[in-house]
């Protein structure tokens, strides 16, 4: 019944040019945005030697799987050579081992820490509480590299160079941004639980690991996934510290890898394997704790 | 909403009423900021000061450090590649910042207007999750002269090679170009987040009152949407100033210093040539400019709050 009266009204209502053209301009940034990293994947599949005679193929061209299997030590380098590869011994599978240590390492550390010290700075009371948060906010102004050099001398001195205690020691016991974000959660929980637990008998820290831990489990993923991408894409700090490859992180070899370039040209296909396997588990992550992410930056602006 | 404007109303709000300290409660509490305070003291407050220190030496690992007063300070001001890196920086924010800030308020307006889908705006966010090195590497192969995709198109549709990175003109505004690509969705998102918070019965008001969409988005969106801009601006602004990852896969500084951004000129100071205490007195004046920067900031914020 309907139908034939909408039918009726189209010619009087104009058409919506500026809807129109609004969608175009976002699906334009939709592609824009996505265009590169299927450009990676493209190039990641496609033949070594082929990568330099077909450039302009949408698909990848002669599809394969040995540039993964190259980045992965899993094809020896004379072999790697005949296909076209850099005679170059690249080994992602001993950095991504490397990664994982580190930004998992990170996580743990700073969560448990930041956990504990946001919630003395919420709850607890205790002389300069607010005068030492703070400072600790201030600290967020910095820029980095005021602190990175004077560092990058205390953990020379102290040995730590080429070790995993060196890469993570700066960030495992704290960020100020950390204890801010949980801070800010924990200000946020109702204060009757606890207080209750606490008439009950019940001392700070059972309260603190049985009641309040609990409730904060979503903050703490949250948080956890920030630390965990920011720690994985970290790479001025493990260049300067971590730069032999029992300890070189993915970003620091995929920096390396770019820079021996034997035969000339970069080993494109080689690069974007790697970088396609540098970006997976930030990938997952994403799958799974998306909305998360997308949250944490409608409540505060990290970086 | 915001690092810096949370963090100082909520510092008044957790003071209460003065009671008397209870000796168990501050020894946990002792306890639990402990490792905290460890980490904030040995890796933020003292090397803070201790390149206070080492910016008056002339370190270079080998040597014991000797202090030289204000020796680098005053070769700094005679260092032409000095100059040439802040002119270099300055460069770069400018191309950056305004394009990424206008570019980013009209996706954020345009979203709000059209869908509220989380799949586009996760994937709008998408290459801010990427590692820096690994947007570096991927723009170095679109943008490759002879086989990058970017310029093979180009030349189909006759527009010709463009050396994107390689010419010393052009290296810049490629970098911006890349980096925007990296941060206009996260700041699409702030400021999407910032417009979400404005109540929809302004704009009924406005438009019974006749306001056209061009008015409404002048008089009511952007006054409203003020802090949020600030802030948006002036963490994107100190961000760039420390514009790091991008340059050193792609152009390490290079062509003949049009990319030597005052980040890299430090870390080859300090890391290439071991010198120390000349690397901290530059990083010591990038610190002074942000500084700077914030302060401006902070009377900006104000102003900005008496609008809502």
């Known amino acids: 019944m309907t139908a034939p009266a909408q039918v009726i009204r189209t010619p009087h209502r104009p058409i919506p040019w500026g809807k129109i053209l609004a969608w175009a301009a976002l699906g334009l940034l939709l592609f824009v945005?996505?265009?590169?990293?299927?450009?990676?994947?493209?190039?990641?599949?496609?033949?070594?030697?082929?990568?330099?005679?077909?450039?302009?193929?949408?698909?990848?061209?002669?599809?394969?799987?040995?540039?993964?299997?190259?980045?992965?030590?899993?094809?020896?380098?004379?072999?790697?050579?005949?296909?076209?590869?850099?005679?170059?011994?690249?080994?992602?599978?001993?950095?991504?081992?490397?990664?994982?240590?580190?930004?998992?390492?990170?996580?743990?550390?700073?969560?448990?820490?930041?956990?504990?010290?946001?919630?003395?700075?919420?709850?607890?009371?205790?002389?300069?509480?607010?005068?030492?948060?703070?400072?600790?906010?201030?600290a967020l102004m910095v820029p980095a590299i005021v602190m990175t050099i004077p560092n990058f001398i205390l953990v020379r001195t102290l040995g730590g160079l080429n070790t995993f205690a060196g890469i993570v020691a700066p960030t495992i016991l704290m960020t100020p941004f950390a204890v801010f974000f949980l801070r800010q959660f924990f200000l946020g929980i109702n204060r009757e639980v606890e207080e209750a637990a606490l008439i009950d008998g019940a001392s700070i820290p059972v309260v603190f690991f049985r009641v309040v831990l609990p409730m904060t489990v979503p903050a703490l993923t949250t948080l956890a996934v920030i630390t965990f991408i920011s720690s994985w894409n970290n790479y001025m700090w493990p260049l300067i510290i971590g730069n032999k490859e029992n300890v070189r992180v993915l970003t620091v070899a995929l920096g390396v890898f770019r820079s021996q370039t034997p035969q000339g040209a970069p080993d494109w296909t080689g690069l974007m394997a790697g970088t396609t396997l540098a970006i997976i588990p930030t990938f997952i992550l994403f799958m799974v704790a998306g909305r998360k992410i997308l949250d944490s930056i409608q409540f505060t602006g990290f970086k | 909403m915001t690092v810096q404007a949370t963090a100082i109303p909520k510092l008044a709000a957790v003071s209460e009423p003065k009671r008397r300290w209870r000796p168990r409660e501050t020894a946990f509490a002792l306890l639990f900021i402990l490792p905290s305070l460890i980490g904030f003291t040995v890796f933020y407050a003292i090397p803070a000061v201790r390149g206070v220190f080492i910016s008056f030496t002339n370190w270079d690992l080998l040597t014991p450090a000797k202090s030289v007063g204000l020796a680098n300070y005053a070769k700094l001001l005679q260092d032409p590649n000095f100059w040439n890196s802040l002119k270099v920086t300055v460069y770069y924010v400018l191309l950056n910042i305004p394009l990424q800030t206008v570019l980013a308020m009209v996706i954020a307006v345009m979203m709000s207007r059209l869908t509220k889908s989380i799949i586009i705006r996760?994937?709008?966010?998408?290459?801010?999750?990427?590692?820096?090195?690994?947007?570096?590497?991927?723009?170095?192969?679109?943008?490759?002269?002879?086989?990058?995709?970017?310029?093979?198109?180009?030349?189909?549709?006759?527009?010709?090679?463009?050396?994107?990175?390689?010419?010393?003109?052009?290296?810049?505004?490629?970098?911006?170009?890349?980096?925007?690509?990296?941060?206009?969705?996260?700041?699409?998102?702030l400021i999407f987040a910032g417009l979400q918070s404005i109540p929809g019965s302004v704009y009924e008001a406005a438009s019974i009152d006749g306001a056209s969409e061009m008015q409404m988005f002048r008089r009511v969106t952007v006054p409203l949407l003020r802090p949020v801009l600030v802030f948006v601006l002036v963490t994107s602004i100190i961000g760039s100033f420390q514009i790091f990852d991008t340059i050193a896969i792609t152009t390490k500084g290079g062509p003949v210093n049009a990319t030597k951004v005052l980040n890299w000129y430090i870390y080859e100071q300090a890391f290439n040539r071991f010198n120390m205490g000349y690397a901290t007195a530059i990083s010591m004046v990038l610190f002074l400019i942000l500084i700077f920067i914030s302060l401006m900031q902070m009377r900006l914020m104000r102003a900005g709050e008496s609008d809502m």
């Open chain 1, 33 to 138: 945005t996505l265009f590169p990293f299927y450009w990676m994947l493209r190039t990641a599949f496609t033949f070594p030697t082929a990568a330099f005679k077909n450039t302009s193929s949408l698909l990848p061209v002669q599809a394969t799987l040995i540039n993964l299997q190259r980045v992965l030590g899993m094809i020896d380098v004379e072999t790697a050579v005949k296909l076209g590869g850099t005679g170059q011994s690249i080994n992602f599978l001993m950095a991504l081992r490397n990664s994982i240590i580190v930004s998992v390492l990170i996580v743990a550390g700073q969560i448990a820490f930041c956990a504990m010290a946001a919630y003395a700075f919420a709850r607890l009371h205790f002389p300069f509480r607010n005068q030492i948060f703070a400072i600790y906010i201030a």
């Open chain 2, 122 to 189: 996760a994937m709008i966010i998408l290459p801010w999750l990427m590692p820096g090195v690994v947007v570096g590497l991927l723009w170095l192969w679109l943008l490759d002269p002879t086989i990058g995709i970017v310029n093979v198109a180009l030349r189909a549709i006759g527009v010709g090679t463009i050396p994107f990175l390689n010419l010393p003109k052009y290296a810049m505004p490629s970098i911006a170009m890349i980096n925007i690509w990296q941060y206009v969705g996260y700041t699409a998102l």
